[in-house]
């Protein structure tokens, strides 16, 4: 009702007054939340707090063209490599195609290669 985010408390008190034969509104109210809110938690549309990532890209994938021809041989031929050293070596063959800000996400793209490969160190 406020705008804030609906906690485990306030699904946890839903779904007992709904259980106990409350209707939707008592139950809502009672939990401090909407009527709407109380009919997705029943539909299974409510997905509570940290289930909110996203499943969509907000950015074109800068390494997608370099990654299966430059880094993926690299990292195969000696996973120990880390992610710094992979993307300074991006930086030297693409000068200026590979900004300091990318390094981030290269880093997690490594570590997520290296998580699916366990005979590579991290």
């Known amino acids: 009702m406020s705008g804030k985010p609906i906690n485990s ?3 946890k008190v839903y779904t007992m007054a709904r259980s106990q034969g409350k209707t939707q509104k008592t139950a809502a109210a009672m939990a401090g939340i909407s009527e709407r809110s109380g009919r997705r938690i029943e539909k299974g549309e409510y997905r509570h707090g940290g289930d909110r990532r996203r499943h969509w890209r907000t950015h074109p994938d800068c390494f ?3 990654w ?15 992610a710094i050293t992979l993307f300074r070596h991006l ?3 693409f000068p200026g195609q590979y900004g300091d ?6 880093q997690r793209r490594v ?5 699916l490969h366990p005979g590579a160190k991290r």
Request: positive net charge; glycine residues 0%; charged residues 30%.
């Open 64 to 66: 997608a063209q370099v």
């Open 9 to 11: 408390v306030q699904i």
């Open 101 to 106: 800000s990318k390094l981030r996400t290269f």
């Open 91 to 93: 930086q030297d063959k």
């Open 68 to 82: 299966q021809l430059e880094i993926l041989p690299l990292l195969e031929e000696n996973p120990e490599l880390r």
């Open 111 to 115: 570590s997520r290669w290296k998580s």
